[in-house]
């Protein structure tokens, strides 16, 4: 086996672990992981194109810097070349002659020594206006002993004492650089010119801010991404939430169908997609309403035949002369008899259709009490509960065959009531002998009786406790069966309080 084939069972695991923690952190709800995808889209679209903007702005400064450099250059060359072709005695006269007209867009001074700058600004930018500076004087005038600094106007020196630029008077004709903001760095280059003479260049740079750090997110554009994206946080809210109404709808329809197979159905319209999905869904109720009245019909039609054939086979064991195989032929047919009744009775437990209204359940179990100390039974009751909206026939019939399972086998039962917000809890707890533990579960299949030495012509058919279970199932809730800590069996039964309707995540 290659050491590739031998990757791909970790990548798998990798891949599946990634996978459960992406899970864990995106929203249950459809509608929220529409509205993640639709932040996470916008933030990286808008990130993106900030990124490239800013890239592309650089490269655009990067490319007027080297312009504006290349003039800067060429000008500072030009004013080197004017100075150098004075005598010595007439260069102070040029300058003073400058000052008095205004002066330039440089500032221009013979100093008899190098001024010191307190240089600012690095990174390429600094390092393409210098090479360019030094280049052009070395080309035009061939000199190499050229420094070029930048500085800040409030630090910048001017002349050999070494003034500062805010102490000079305007008149000087430094009122150009006195313009610059504090961002704006200012241009010097000095060189020598013979005999202890320095020429001193000061000019402004036309682009504010060429050293300062770059910021591709800045406030201006926080404030523009933040305002796009909750504009589109909101009106993506709406549309998600117009486009998921009907998928509630088909979840609630759900929901309602499992409880009840005459709900009325959907409503055909809307997209495309969600029609088609409605289309299915009231195709499919009305196959299941059709299935479940072909199989009540078929039920009751198999037991109205069996009857007339039974009773004619009860009437011929009548007349068998010898007593034990009249009794026994008796006992298989009530055992007969008692399978198509309890067959009978399976389907009309199953049957649903009735409408659910509010019912006193402490009421309920009183009058189940009744009826079964008329059989011999002790039922008590514990507890109180406000009325609950249940379908009356169908949860009286689940709790009927539940409570006869329990005074059948412990003679006594007890019934606690615990009620909440959310859910109703009853618990049933007889005196019998409980079941193992193995068989907790076999007791709710069909025809599943776990005592032997019951026999069916005492009423056990094994259906009661599938079609109780069904019934509570129906109404949205749980049953379930453990044995006693103290003894006998205990059957919990919960019952969910209608609420509003929430899609599960």
Not at 318 to 347: H, I, K, T
Not at 381 to 410: C, D, Q, S, W
Request: net charge neutral.
């Amino acid at each position: 086996m290659s050491s590739h084939d031998e990757s791909r069972p970790g990548l798998h695991r990798l891949r599946r672990y990634w996978r459960r923690q992406l899970v864990k952190v995106l929203p249950r709800s459809l509608r929220g992981r529409f509205l993640l995808i639709m932040v996470v889209g916008v933030l990286g679209a808008q990130l993106a194109s900030y990124a490239w903007w800013s890239a592309q702005e650089r490269s655009d400064q990067r490319l007027r810097l080297d312009e504006i450099s290349s003039t800067l250059a060429y000008s500072v060359a030009s004013t080197v070349r004017f100075f150098r072709s004075l005598p010595h005695s007439y260069r102070h006269v040029a300058l003073d002659q400058l000052r008095d007209m205004g002066g330039t867009r440089f500032f221009v001074s013979v100093n008899d020594h190098r001024l010191p700058v307190q240089d600012i600004g690095d990174g390429p930018e600094k390092a393409l206006v210098v090479n360019k500076l030094r280049n052009v004087l070395r080309r035009e005038l061939g000199i190499d002993a050229v420094e070029v600094e930048f500085s800040r106007p409030d630090t910048l020196r001017l002349l050999s004492a070494e003034v500062l630029l805010t102490e000079m008077p305007p008149r000087w004709g430094q009122h150009t650089l006195l313009t610059a903001s504090a961002d704006q760095p200012i241009l010097v280059v000095q060189l020598p010119l013979g005999q202890q003479q320095w020429l001193y260049v000061a000019t402004l740079m036309p682009m504010p801010g060429i050293f300062q750090p770059a910021h591709w997110l800045s406030g201006d554009r926080l404030f523009v991404m933040l305002v796009v994206l909750v504009t589109v946080i909101g009106l993506s809210a709406l549309g998600i939430r117009s486009a998921t109404r009907t998928l509630d709808r088909m979840a609630r329809a759900a929901q309602r169908l499992g409880d009840d197979l005459d709900t009325p159905p959907l409503r055909e319209g809307g997209p495309r997609e969600v029609a088609t999905a409605a289309a299915a869904f009231n195709r499919m109720q009305r196959h299941l309403q059709h299935q479940v009245d072909e199989r009540a019909r078929m039920f009751s039609a198999i037991s109205h035949d069996l009857k007339t054939p039974i009773t004619r086979l009860r009437l011929r064991a009548e007349m068998l002369d010898d007593p034990l195989q009249r009794e026994r032929f008796a006992a298989s047919l009530d055992e007969l008899d008692c399978l198509v009744r309890g067959a009978l009775d399976s389907v009309r437990g199953l049957d649903m259709h009735e409408t659910a209204v509010p019912l006193a359940m402490e009421e309920m179990l009183a009058r189940l009490a009744t009826e079964l100390d008329m059989l011999g039974g002790k039922l008590t009751i514990i507890g109180h509960a406000e009325p609950l909206t249940v379908k009356p026939m169908a949860l009286k019939r689940a709790l009927a065959n539940l409570l006869e399972n329990a005074v059948f086998y412990g003679q006594r039962a007890e019934v606690s009531l615990h009620d909440g917000p959310h859910q109703l809890e009853l618990r049933i707890v007889d005196q019998g002998p409980g079941i193992p533990d193995h068989q907790l579960e076999q007791v709710f299949e069909p025809f599943i009786r776990l005592e032997p030495s019951r026999s069916r012509h005492t009423g056990g058919s094994g259906l009661g406790l599938g079609i109780a279970q069904h019934i509570i199932q129906a109404h949205g809730g749980q049953v379930s069966l453990r044995n006693s800590p103290s003894a006998g069996l205990e059957v919990c039964i919960e019952l969910p309080r209608p609420g509003p309707f929430t899609v599960p995540g």
